[in-house]
């Protein structure tokens, strides 16, 4: 649940929902935004913009304090605010390629973000505020410091994509997730 049954890796993938159960729930990411899975009963779920931002660009003012979450009951309480799903274990913090943080405005929540470093990269996922302040400038500022001289990449659509952009991402291309 939450995690593609496939990727396509390159833009002319072909025949790859034969080695997948196609059942319904499956989930396609098409990565380069050109296969019609229309035909194979899917639906598009969205389409989106893999974002990048270069590591030479200043990181912003940080305006709220951020803190790692390390423990199970802190990554409970990060899950509730993000949207109460189960989808991030505990095992997770265990992984040193990945930072799950918290932003704070106070004692108060405001937000978090996973970081999650490999290929040179640090990708930025998961990013939420509780009060639908935009935390942008907060991740970048927390990924900058916690892995500096490092690209920020992802992807984003909609005023998140608008957003990113404003602190200085990029669009690189389209993506678009199917669903069946």
């Known amino acids: 649940m939450y995690y593609p049954d496939a990727v396509t890796l390159q833009p002319n993938a072909n025949g ?7 059942s319904p729930g499956c989930s396609v990411k098409d990565s380069f935004a050109t296969q019609d899975l ?3 009963g899917f639906a598009e779920l969205f389409t989106a913009q893999w974002i990048h931002r270069p590591p030479d660009v200043a990181a912003p003012a940080l ?8 423990t199970a009951v802190e990554l409970a309480a990060w899950r509730t605010g993000w949207d109460d799903v189960d989808v991030l274990r505990p095992a997770l913090l265990d992984d040193p390629s990945v930072r799950v ?4 405005r106070g004692d108060d929540l405001a937000g978090g973000v996973v970081l999650n470093h490999s290929a040179g990269v640090v990708g930025v996922s998961n990013l939420f505020s509780v009060d639908d302040s935009d935390l942008w400038a907060a991740a970048i500022t927390a990924a900058s410091a916690r892995f500096p001289g490092v690209s920020l990449v992802g992807y984003e659509h909609g005023d998140d994509l608008e ?5 200085g991402f990029a669009a690189l291309g389209p993506l678009r997730v199917w669903y069946r």
């Open 16 to 22: 790859f929902l034969a080695g997948i159960d196609t």
């Open 38 to 40: 229309i035909g194979d």
């Open 63 to 70: 305006d709220v304090r951020v803190e790692e979450v390390s």
């Open 101 to 104: 943080l918290a932003f704070y």
């Open 163 to 167: 957003a990113a952009i404003e602190v």
